[in-house]
Nanobody, 125 residues
């Protein structure tokens, strides 16, 4: 069983920055690929970014490429999402997710086995 707890969401003006964190339980965090997804009201959950277990591979949605950076600290069992140049369309609940079979920084939510409860990010114009 893996528990994921996100933090760092909040209200920010357009052009601002936030850093989300996701703390994971379990001794084998370093073997999991990790992802961030988001869901805006009335919309489906969408892929944001993913990172391989070693941190050597990263994958981003086109909508956030160049603005968001995913990283991880395996010693702290934590994955991060640094979000810069935020836009109102980035407003959503952000979820982290773990792929415990490490299928390769997938963009498909069904590839992920465990999910956090989400953290709200609101970007005002």
């Amino acid at each position: 069983q893996v528990q994921l707890v996100e933090s760092g969401g909040g209200l920010v003006q357009a052009g601002g920055s936030l850093r989300l964190s996701c703390a994971a339980s379990g001794r084998t965090f370093s073997s999991y690929d990790m992802g961030w997804f988001r869901q805006a009201p009335g919309k489906e959950r969408e892929f944001v970014a993913a990172i391989s277990w070693s941190g050597s591979r990263r994958n981003y949605a086109n909508s956030v490429k160049g603005r968001f950076t995913i990283s991880r600290d395996n010693a702290k069992n934590t994955v991060y999402l640094q979000m810069n140049s935020l836009k109102p369309e980035d407003t959503a609940v952000y979820y982290c997710a773990a792929d415990t079979t490490s299928r390769g920084t997938s963009q498909a939510p069904e590839k992920y086995d465990y999910w956090g409860q989400g953290t709200q990010v609101t970007v005002s114009s």
